[in-house]
């Protein structure tokens, strides 16, 4: 078994991973006609699940700041003060919020890694994840009034068929269209990858 200090080490270096990770999995992407969808939802939740509230949460401090200090780990290879303040901003705000409740649901839920746990860790995930949603709309809309944005909020409600008013335009295609892969993909492989590294630690006598 490994004492405090090595375990507060370990989730340094862990968070600090999960930072890179979450870097990694935002340019894991794939487009569905004008519509980008990442992986970046799972270095969030892993975040959560793997280290806890604390160090959950600042594995996607460390992730804003390598976004604020200029290096290339947003989602397109963006990088500067200009993402943090752009028009994804609330996202990217939200991520260690999400990774925090996702980290207390964790706490409560996991005893004994039951495949109930597992789906009771894997709702709490997407519920943890709805401040993302909120703030990343809010903010989104704001930018999205008029310009490139809307035109493109536009376009990819057309590609789905679909004719809304601009607030409900704004709203599908800034959350709606990017749940169903966040929650039964993203999520539910977080979920998985937690309890394999979580059961290979445990073995090897390491608790997080």
Known sequence: MVNTSQ??????VLAASMAVITAITAQLKFNLGPVPYTMQNFGIVLS?????????ALAQLIYLAMIAIGLPVASGFRS???VLFGYTAGYLWMFPVAAFITGLV?????????????????????IATIPVYLAGFYVFYSFATGGVLG??????VEYFGLSLSPYWTVFFASVA???PQD??????????????VFDLMRQKGIEI
């Open 7 to 12: 375990n507060s080490t370990l989730k340094l």
């Open 48 to 56: 959560g699940l793997l280290l806890g509230p604390v160090y959950g």
């Open 80 to 82: 500067g003060l200009e």
């Open 106 to 126: 964790r706490r409560a839920v996991w005893k004994k890694g039951s495949k109930a746990e597992l789906s009771i860790l894997w709702l709490g995930s997407c």
């Open 151 to 156: 035109e493109w909020c536009q376009s990819v």
């Open 177 to 179: 269209i990017f749940i």
């Open 183 to 196: 929650f039964f993909v993203d999520h539910v492989l977080a979920v998985l990858a937690f309890a394999y």
